[in-house]
């Protein structure tokens, strides 16, 4: 179904045209529709899948069709830097349509901000805790509120935002249209949705739990205090277009950059230490291809949209499967294809059997040619299961055709 089909008003489906889109995701053609109608939203789609526009487009669209001052929209979002993001498609689209955007985070100051908001912005982006402090404050007014957003819920409520979610809800208009979306819907987010939504249309794309198609997975076994030396060699071993590396801490995130930049390498740093204009710079530096190798914790794991990112390495194993679903996701954005590369210490093998049950596919486990093991890793052949041994096969042959450059 094209863009054309969706109810989409020709000055929005000139912003389309503009941005490139030439066929809806799944989760556009199905969300837009409803949306359109004023109809209240619960949507999950895997990471990657296209659902900002699914909220961003509609939502533009019954702004212009109904011009009046005030805030009309509300996105709230778990990160600054998916607030960024959101934010920057807004204001692309926005920017054919005069909308106006205002950003709310912390790490950045609040004069701003109210500026923004005063001189006129339709459309609010912004974190759960930064806007409760608005609130609090007086700083803004959201009677006229007529759609609000929970974007990456199931991250937000990770992150302990439920309480200032409410607190936000609890002073917005009853009479709205509510969107939600998250990478799962557990029961935590149904909980959420009954006190947000009324009467949602429902609408899944793909199972929750998968990864997005097209991402090759493997597991290197090696001790922790070699993972650093593996690392290297894997950077040096494998032809990598741009790579995110994800560790549990951020002391680890800074411990292997320094690594890496004594070895002559060039990484960025992203974790919660660093300031927003630094986190903001590394960013672009990496979105622009001037910085190839991002190291970051979990900070990076969703919302950060950056589609030339050919290799996620999970320098440590994620403690928890959803973690490792959105670490991943950071790869084969948009339906293309990337590789995921997991190292794993024996400590870790109880996590990495969790995130297996989770998603339903045993990895295929591998070694480097020519690292010098200090202890030799144990390569568990993939179990035979239903549906997952021929996908294992298949994606040991993506990796191993990878690394030797066939």
């Known amino acids: 179904m094209p863009f054309t089909k969706l109810g989409l008003h020709p000055d929005i489906l000139k912003v389309v ?3 490139g889109f030439e066929q809806p995701t799944p989760i556009q053609a199905q969300t837009i529709p409803l949306a359109l109608k004023n109809i209240d939203v619960m949507g999950c789609a895997q990471t990657g899948s296209g659902k ?24 709230l979002v778990p990160t600054r830097e998916l607030a960024a993001q959101v934010s920057g498609v807004f204001q692309e689209c926005g920017h054919f349509l005069n909308i106006r955007v205002a950003t709310i985070i912390g790490g950045v100051g609040y004069h701003g901000q109210r500026q923004s908001v005063s001189q006129g912005a339709q459309v609010m982006v912004a974190t759960p805790g930064r806007l409760l402090d608005h609130l609090k404050q007086g700083n803004f007014r959201l009677e006229a509120l007529e759609h609000l957003v929970l974007d990456e819920a199931d991250r937000m409520l990770d992150m302990g935002f439920l309480p200032d979610i409410r607190a936000i809800i609890g002073r917005l208009p009853r009479e709205r ?3 939600l ?40 076994p090696v001790t922790q205090d070699q993972k650093a030396d593996l690392t290297v060699a894997l950077l040096k071993a494998i032809q990598m277009r741009s790579v995110l590396i994800f560790c549990r801490t951020r002391h680890g995130a800074d411990r292997l950059a320094r690594r890496l930049s004594h070895l002559g390498f060039s990484p960025g740093v992203l974790h919660a230490s660093k300031t927003q204009g630094q986190r903001t710079s590394v960013m672009d530096d990496f979105r622009r291809g001037k910085v190839k190798i991002l190291v970051a914790t979990d900070i990076a794991a969703r919302g950060i949209d950056v589609r030339q990112i050919s290799h996620v390495i999970n320098y440590d194993v994620p403690r ?6 959105h670490r991943v996701g950071r790869t084969a954005r948009a339906y293309s294809v990337g590789d995921a590369i997991t190292l794993m210490d024996m400590n870790e093998l109880s996590f990495l059997k969790a995130i297996e049950r989770f998603i339903g596919v045993i990895f295929p486990r591998a070694m480097l040619p020519g690292f010098n093991y200090r202890i030799p890793p144990q390569l568990e052949p993939p179990k ?19 690394l030797f450059g066939l």
Not at 320 to 325: I, K, R
Not at 390 to 397: I, L, P, Q
Request: net charge positive.
């Open 320 to 325: 928890h499967p959803e973690d490792y679903v």
């Open 181 to 220: 979306f998250s990478a799962t819907l557990s029961s935590e987010i149904e909980r959420v949705a009954a006190f947000t939504l009324r009467h949602p249309q429902r609408v899944e794309v793909s199972a929750p739990t998968a990864p997005a198609e097209g991402i090759s997975q493997i597991v290197y």
């Open 17 to 19: 045209k503009a941005m």
């Open 52 to 75: 900002t526009a699914a909220f961003v487009l509609p939502i533009l669209q019954r702004l212009i069709t109904n011009r009046r001052p005030g805030l009309r929209a509300l996105v």
């Open 384 to 402: 035979p299961q239903v549906g997952t041994i021929r996908s294992g096969r298949r994606m040991y042959a993506r990796s191993y055709k990878a």
């Open 177 to 179: 249209q509510t969107m």
